[in-house]
């Protein structure tokens, strides 16, 4: 887990406003993730990539953008097409054919004022 | 698509008693089972996973048992203590693409509670 940083932690946007998110991850993982955590709920995920140039629309993606031009980073944009933006958003990765396991970032709180 | 469904979404016991926690996927070509555990305002933490050609995994106070037939598996805590109050997340992921993986669909999480 401590091979993957996000930042910032905490986040806070005026509405209107796009903000992206950073996720690096030192761990030479293949594959990486976005999830949405509302306060209370489970997670729900927003856009994932499995490898450099490519990326996939999760359940959630309307209102965000990614981009995977290295490997080891998969910053997520929370566009003002979002509605309901505030949340935890969790970054997490894994390696391919190598027993699933998915590890995730400390998180970003991202809140509207 | 795959579609987790988790019970309870909250559950209370007394300390030293056992917690289950249950979870059902749909989907009967998901092959790899983990539960995470997140305590407030932190990410999720591995605890556990089983795979689809195992019936039951144990590490200490922790087990799941999966049933491909019925297409369920649970968690059990032992010998619960305080530190085990947290939400827990079950999930189920299928490796479809040439890859070898595709997305993790996560339960809706138990709130479990430890009594004093």
């Known amino acids: 887990d401590g091979g993957i940083t996000q930042s910032p932690k905490y986040l806070f946007r005026k509405e209107g406003q796009n903000v992206t998110l950073s996720c690096e991850q030192n761990l030479n993982h293949d594959a990486m993730y976005w999830y949405r955590q509302d306060p209370g709920q489970g997670l729900r995920l927003i856009y994932y990539s499995q490898i450099v140039n490519d990326f996939q629309k999760g359940d959630i993606a309307e209102g965000y953008s990614v981009s995977r031009e290295k490997k080891e980073s998969f910053p997520l944009t929370v566009t003002s097409a979002q509605k309901n933006p505030t949340a935890f958003y969790l970054c997490a990765s894994n390696r391919l054919n190598s027993g699933n396991t998915i590890y995730f970032g400390e998180g970003s709180w991202l809140t509207v004022v | 698509g795959e579609n987790v469904e988790q019970h309870p979404s909250t559950l209370s016991v007394q300390e030293g008693d056992s917690a289950v926690i249950k979870c059902t996927y749909s989907d009967s070509a998901s092959n790899y089972f983990p539960w995470y555990k997140q305590e407030l305002g932190k990410r999720p933490q591995l605890i556990i996973d089983?795979?689809?050609?195992?019936g039951e995994k144990k590490d200490q106070r922790i087990a799941v048992t999966l049933n491909k037939t019925a297409k369920h598996f649970s968690l059990h805590i032992t010998e619960t203590q305080p530190e085990d109050s947290a939400v827990y997340f079950c999930a189920a992921w299928r490796s479809l693409s040439n890859f070898g993986n595709e997305k993790l669909t996560f339960g809706t999480g138990t709130r479990l509670t430890i009594i004093p």
């Open positions: 089983i795979r689809s050609n195992v």
